[in-house]
C-alpha cells in the first residue's frame, strides 16, 4: 500500500522556522512535492523535488525561505520553512507522483497521484 504521512505542522511567530516531514512507504516515487491551501483558496504549489537527481522547484512566494530536500535512507521529504509570515498559514500537503514527466507540470494538484492527509501551519502576527 502507498502511503504518504505528513508531520511537523504547528503554531509559530513570524519570523520562525518549522521543518515539515513526508514519510513514504509502498513504493518510489520520481517527483514528491508541497502545496498548501489556505481557507477560501485554492491549492497552490510551494515546492517539489526530483527524487532521484534531488532537482528542487518552488514558487515565487517561498524562494529564498523555504528549502525542500530529500533523505533516500528514510525515504522521506521534508520542507524546511524559514522567515515564516502570516501569509504562509494553511494546511500543507505532500503529494507524489511516480514518473518525472516534465518539470512544468510539477506545479499543478493534477499531476500528482498521491496525496497525504495535511498538516496544519499557523504564523501568527
Known amino acids: 500500500q502507498v502511503q504518504l504521512v505528513e508531520s511537523g505542522g504547528g503554531l509559530v511567530q513570524a519570523g520562525g522556522s518549522l521543518r515539515l516531514s513526508c514519510a513514504a512507504s509502498?513504493?518510489?516515487?520520481?517527483?514528491m512535492g508541497w502545496f498548501r491551501q489556505a481557507p477560501g483558496k485554492e491549492r497552490e504549489f510551494v515546492a517539489a523535488i526530483r527524487w532521484s537527481l534531488g532537482n528542487t522547484y518552488y514558487a515565487d512566494s517561498v524562494k529564498g525561505r523555504f528549502t525542500i530536500s530529500r533523505d533516500n535512507a528514510n525515504n522521506t521529504v521534508y520542507l524546511q520553512m524559514d522567515s515564516l509570515k502570516p501569509e504562509d498559514t494553511a494546511v500543507y500537503y505532500c503529494a507524489a507522483r511516480p514518473s518525472v514527466l516534465s518539470p512544468s507540470s510539477y506545479y499543478t494538484p493534477r499531476a500528482y497521484d498521491y496525496w497525504g492527509q495535511g498538516t496544519q501551519v499557523t504564523v501568527s502576527s
Open positions: 509502498g513504493r518510489t516515487f520520481g517527483v
